[in-house]
């Protein structure tokens, strides 16, 4: 088992950034994949950005690309969601996943493990 703990998430103003972080504890080496994923009232939960555990590979999505940048630190076994430039689109619950070794771009059916969420509320 994974536990996940999202916190940082804000309201701010269009052009505004923040950083959302997710602490992991349990069975973390059984994962491969970290990921964010994001969720507004009325939608699907969509993917945001994704990583490797080893840090080799890092996924971003289109509508976010070049604002958005995922890292990890492996130490403190912490996930990060840096947003710059975020507009009103961007308003959402964030919520942080992990899943065993695999497709890390895979949709969030696929994920195993969920944090409560976070919200970012941009106006």
């Known amino acids: 088992h994974v536990q996940l703990v999202e916190s940082g998430g804000d309201s701010v103003q269009a052009g505004g950034s923040l950083t959302l972080s997710c602490s992991a504890s349990?069975?973390?080496?059984?994962?491969?994949?970290l990921g964010w994923f994001r969720q507004a009232p009325g939608t699907k939960r969509e993917g945001v950005a994704a990583?490797?555990?080893?840090?080799?590979?890092?996924y971003v999505a289109d509508s976010v690309m070049g604002r958005f940048v995922i890292s990890h630190d492996r130490a403190k076994n912490s996930l990060y969601l840096r947003m710059d430039n975020l507009n009103p689109e961007d308003t959402a619950r964030y919520y942080c996943?992990?899943?065993?070794?695999?497709?890390?771009?895979?949709?969030?059916?696929?994920?195993?493990?969920w944090g409560q969420g976070t919200q970012v509320t941009v106006s």
């Open positions: 996943a992990t899943k065993p070794p695999g497709d890390c771009t895979a949709g969030s059916r696929a994920w195993l493990y």
């Open positions: 349990g069975h973390t080496y059984s994962t491969n994949c």
């Open positions: 990583m490797t555990t080893d840090g080799d590979h890092t």
